[in-house]
């Protein structure tokens, strides 16, 4: 069965430092990965998705993320927090095979602290 | 090009009351996902149309429906509602049927939904 597993319900990082939100994935065949975020009563904004190709994929706002396959890991990454990324930050996964339903992580909650 | 607009943005009701849900897609996407967000749960998904079809389905109870129209705009119905539906309702839609699983869900602002 598909899963995604987001580890930290929280992460605090200082402004200007640099940001890692963690996430791992189980899916039979070759995975499609996509990260979004989600901002107080709003609906999910797309950061970007990893189809094929480089591992390290970059996204908006200056996100970028590395696929990893032997550690199935889609860490989502950022060289300079800024506050205005606090946030929820969600991972999602969709198999390559069966029925191509999203599958999302539990959601991490992001704080950028000034 | 317009985002994905969800209808009405808050709502309130009673157990046991049925209530509907709209959804209108990105122009010229044909494909459109609900799901249902709430704290304990996470994001949980409930249903994809395409071409007026459920494609895909999540594991919610009968009396979470819904339906898709010529012009890919969805609607949901919750019928007798419990305490437990309350909950952000979120409309994805996305330009393809999930068949190459690569395409992208862009999201409504969702609807909120709270039973009394």
């Known amino acids: 069965a598909q899963s995604v597993a987001q580890p930290e319900d929280q992460v605090n990082v200082a402004e200007g430092n640099p940001l890692t939100v963690k996430c791992t994935y189980s899916v039979s065949g070759n995975p499609y990965l996509f990260w979004y975020v989600q901002y107080p009563n709003r609906g999910l904004q797309f950061l970007l998705k990893?189809?094929?190709?480089?591992?390290l994929v970059k996204g908006s706002y200056g996100f970028e993320a590395e696929f990893n396959k032997s550690q199935t890991s889609f860490h989502l990454k950022k060289p300079s927090a800024l506050v205005s990324d606090s946030a929820l930050y969600f991972c999602?996964?969709?198999?390559?095979?069966?029925?191509?339903?999203?599958?999302f992580g539990t959601g991490t909650r992001l704080k950028v602290l000034a | 090009k317009a985002g994905v607009t969800q209808t009405p943005r808050y709502l309130i009701k009673t157990r046991g009351q049925q209530v509907t849900l709209s959804c209108s897609p990105i122009s010229g996407h044909r494909s459109v996902s609900w799901y249902q967000q709430t704290p304990g749960q996470g994001l949980q998904f409930l249903f994809e149309?395409?071409?007026?079809?459920?494609?895909n389905k999540g594991n919610f109870p009968g009396r979470f429906s819904g339906r898709q129209f010529s012009n890919s705009r969805s609607e949901m119905n919750v019928s007798t509602l419990e305490l437990g539906d309350s909950a952000l309702y979120l409309c994805?839609?996305?330009?393809?049927?999930?068949?190459?699983?690569?395409?992208?869900?862009?999201f409504g602002p969702g609807t909120r939904l709270l039973v009394l």
């Open positions: 149309y395409f071409s007026e079809t459920q494609r």
């Open positions: 994805a839609s996305s330009p393809e049927s999930g068949a190459s699983g690569r395409e992208t869900q862009y």
């Open positions: 999602a996964v969709r198999s390559t095979s069966g029925t191509y339903k999203y599958i």
């Open positions: 990893y189809i094929t190709g480089d591992n």
